[in-house]
Nanobody
Framework: QVQLVESGGGLVQPGGSLRLSCAPSGSITSINDMGDMGWYRQAPGKQRDLVATITKGGNTNYADSVKGRFTISRDNAKNTVYLQMNSLKPEDTAVYYC?????????????WGQGTQVTVSS
């Protein structure tokens, strides 16, 4: 089975930086293609919101709240998506989830990671 695994979360002071990574694990030899990928976040008591997306070809979109501070990128050779987070603010505190559309065997489907906690606090 294919699983998405996030890494890179943690505690950082306001104004600091973190880089999140997300890559599949498990039966990765069964992956035939990777489509759109993205990052979402969810704060306690809030809905899960889109942070940034990136297409297979590298086209990106960002939520207004992070534009200019966050950068999404991908390494197709490694099937990995990254989120570089700069100038972090307390309101960025949330669990960050990776999402990827993956062709596994015969089927395209969306996969979600378990999430990684990002806490921005002084």
């Amino acid at each position: 089975q294919v699983q998405l695994v996030e890494s890179g979360g943690g505690l950082v002071q306001p104004g600091g930086s973190l880089r999140l990574s997300c890559a599949p694990s498990g039966s990765i030899t069964s992956i035939n293609d990777m489509g759109d990928m993205g990052w979402y976040r969810q704060a306690p008591g809030k809905q899960r919101d889109l942070v940034a997306t990136i297409t297979k070809g590298g086209n990106t979109n960002y939520a207004d709240s992070v534009k200019g501070r966050f950068t999404i990128s991908r390494d197709n050779a490694k099937n990995t998506v990254y989120l570089q987070m700069n100038s972090l603010k307390p309101e960025d505190t949330a669990v960050y989830y990776c999402k990827a559309n993956i062709l596994v065997g015969w089927y395209w489907r969306d996969y979600w990671g378990q999430g990684t906690q990002v806490t921005v606090s002084s």
